[in-house]
């Protein structure tokens, strides 16, 4: 019997169980499995905190894109309505502008219509004067002066017209 091969094992794996019972195998493999267990429920709820804290921060990222969403629209709108102001105030300033310069040049025209009518109404009478002096000094009668006359009076009108 000592000599089979199967109580040689059987006293081996008694032994082997003693081994591991003197020197607490099982209690340091539970021990570690606790350690381990422990160390995941911590790296677990440490989880939770950092995709709780990362739920919060995507949450004001997007309120604060909103935000800026809604303020560039703002932005935007109160630039288009600066533009708006601007340009009706430059058409304004721009007609007012015209109108000036019209008004400017029509007095311009005026005045310078008022200043030809008065040199031609002096050219009128210095024909005139010539005309009435030519036949005075020649004292040209009849035909001839009715006709130097006329003649005057013709180039009077041309050059009034």
């Not at 570690?32 to 921060?57: C, F, N, V, W």
């Not at 310069?101 to 040199?119: F, G, M, N, P, T």
Request: glycine residues 2%; charged residues 30%; hydrophobic residues 45%.
């Amino acid at each position: 019997m000592l000599m089979d091969p199967e109580v040689w094992v059987a006293i081996a794996f008694v032994l082997f169980i003693c081994l591991i019972l003197y020197y607490n195998v099982p209690g340091m493999a539970l021990k570690a499995l606790d350690q381990r267990s422990d160390a995941i429920g911590r790296e677990l709820e440490e989880a939770r905190k950092l995709r709780a804290e990362a739920e919060t921060l995507l949450a004001d990222y997007k309120q604060r894109a909103a935000n800026a969403e809604i303020e560039a629209g703002e932005i935007i709108a109160q630039a288009e309505r600066e533009a708006a102001a601007y340009a009706t105030e430059a058409r304004a300033s721009f007609d007012e502008l015209i109108t000036r310069r019209l008004s400017v040049a029509e007095q311009k025209i005026k005045l310078e219509e008022e200043k030809a009518r008065k040199q031609i109404r002096a050219q009128a009478a210095e024909l005139a004067v010539s005309a009435a002096e030519q036949l005075l000094q020649h004292k040209v009668t009849g035909k001839i002066a009715e006709n130097t006359i006329t003649a005057s009076l013709d180039r009077i009108k041309k050059r009034l017209h």
